[in-house]
């Protein structure tokens, strides 16, 4: 598992990590064997104020590190944006966690003051999140329908639920967008990616 980015003023900045640092090991547990990110993941997070510590492979210097890092909420680094044309906005949703929904609405709001019509939108390294997050940033981007059905069984029994947007969007029906995905891209951002792109 890889470092691909560094949040500005984070504990992982903090901290002196590195975008390239390969993680060997969380808290002297071996997870150079992990292939999923989000167990990974769920190993460095934990209570708030606490310390992790952490060692990380770094190729730019060809020897391990290990650093201690405080955790501590992030809340604003899960959205960022930017003016890409006159025409065109950029959006990276880093993950879906809660309240990025609001942050995303704002982004396009703020976005569309200044001219956007289209927007491109990066999920990439975005390894999922909230799924409530996500319908309510679908229900803002798109009219009246069918956002996903869920099927399965409840005790033996077969059920089937919907989450439907609301019959008016938040933006023009004009409004076009590209999705950036990489292998990274999971869980609930394949949900954002795949219902947006229907």
Same mark, same amino acid.
Do not use: H
């Given at each position: 598992v890889e470092i691909t980015e560094i949040i500005e003023n984070s504990p992982a900045e903090d901290a002196g990590i590195?975008?390239?640092? #390969?993680?060997? &090991?969380?808290?002297?547990?071996?997870?150079?064997?992990?292939?999923?990110?989000?167990?990974? &993941?769920?190993? !460095?997070?934990? !209570?708030?104020?606490?310390? !992790?510590? #952490?060692?990380f492979f770094r190729p730019a210097e060809n020897k391990n590190i290990t650093v201690e890092a405080t955790r501590r909420r992030i809340t604003t680094a899960s959205v960022a944006y930017r003016p890409l044309t006159d025409t065109v906005g950029y959006v990276q949703v880093r993950d879906f966690s809660q309240n990025v929904s609001q942050n995303f609405i704002q982004a396009i709001e703020a976005l569309e003051e200044n001219g956007a019509q289209h #927007?491109?939108?990066?999920?990439?390294?975005?390894?999922?999140?909230?799924?409530?997050?996500? +319908?309510?940033? #679908?229900?803002?981007?798109?009219?009246?329908?069918? +956002?996903?059905?869920?099927?399965?069984?409840?005790?033996?029994?077969?059920?089937?639920?919907?989450?439907?947007?609301?019959?008016?969007?938040?933006?023009?029906?004009?409004?076009?967008? &590209?999705?950036?995905?990489?292998?990274i891209t999971a869980s609930a951002s394949e949900l954002f990616a795949g219902c947006l792109r229907d």
């Open positions: 590195m975008v390239g640092d #390969l993680f060997i &090991a969380v808290d002297g547990r071996d997870v150079t064997q992990f292939k999923d990110i989000t167990a990974v &993941a769920a190993l !460095v997070r934990g !209570v708030e104020g606490s310390a !992790v510590e #952490l060692t #927007l491109i939108i990066d999920l990439r390294n975005n390894s999922g999140g909230l799924a409530t997050e996500v +319908i309510d940033m #679908l229900d803002y981007l798109l009219p009246k329908a069918t +956002i996903a059905t869920l099927k399965g069984r409840n005790n033996g029994e077969p059920f089937e639920s919907s989450w439907q947007s609301g019959s008016s969007s938040g933006v023009p029906e004009t409004m076009r967008y &590209a999705i950036l995905i990489n292998e």
